[in-house]
Nanobody, 120 residues
Framework: QVQLVESGGGLVQPGGSLRLSCAASGSIFRINVMGWYRQAPGKQRELVAQVTGEGTTTYADSVKGRFTISRDNAKNTVYLQMNSLKPEDTAVYYC??????????????WGQGTQVTVSS
């Protein structure tokens, strides 16, 4: 099994910054893709950004140029640096990891979610 622990959410004013972290632990043989999704009230969960093991990144159009995703493979941790935050970025942010365990089971694992609120 794989466990994900997220941190870094909170309340910030428009134009401010936050940094989210997500640490993976457990029976991990290899982590392939690490990413962040978000879900606002009344909306579907959407991909915000993801990074592959080779470092290839993908971003939602709405966050390009403002958010940066990175990963520390030695720590099995993914980060999301969020700058120039807007009220429409308000949502619960979920870490997602696609990993292969030592039992050679591939799966997608979710964090518990962390609230990000952008408001004056």
């Amino acid at each position: 099994q794989v466990q994900l622990v997220e941190s870094g959410g909170g309340l910030v004013q428009p134009g401010g910054s936050l940094r989210l972290s997500c640490a993976a632990s457990g029976s991990i043989f290899r982590i392939n893709v690490m990413g962040w999704y978000r879900q606002a009230p009344g909306k579907q969960r959407e991909l915000v950004a993801q990074v592959t093991g080779e470092g290839t990144t993908t971003y939602a159009d709405s966050v390009k140029g403002r958010f940066t995703i990175s990963r520390d493979n030695a720590k099995n941790t993914v980060y999301l640096q969020m700058n120039s935050l807007k009220p429409e970025d308000t949502a619960v942010y979920y870490c997602n990891v696609k990993a292969l365990t030592y039992t050679l089971t591939s799966g997608a694992y979710w964090g518990q979610g962390t609230q990000v609120t952008v408001s004056s």
